[in-house]
């Protein structure tokens, strides 16, 4: 899902598997994984996504580029 962010363009979550999927503005897409579903619900809520994302996401679980 496209959102408006200067820092994140989309955001994709898979709660069978825990994954989320952050494409950043600059095409660097990452997936993120064993992220609770209550975190991705509040991150696609979050008025400013970077700021969700640097705080609550980056650094907490592991992670590869895709």
Excluded at 8 to 36: M, S
Excluded at 42 to 65: T, V
């Amino acid at each position: 899902m496209h959102v408006d962010s200067a820092a994140i363009r989309a955001i994709d979550y898979t709660p069978e598997h825990g994954k989320l999927f952050v494409t950043f503005q600059d095409g660097d897409e990452y997936v993120y994984v064993g992220v609770p579903e209550r975190v991705s619900r509040a991150f696609f809520r979050a008025p400013s996504k970077g700021r969700f994302f640097q705080r609550l996401i980056r650094d907490r679980y592991p992670y590869n580029r895709v």
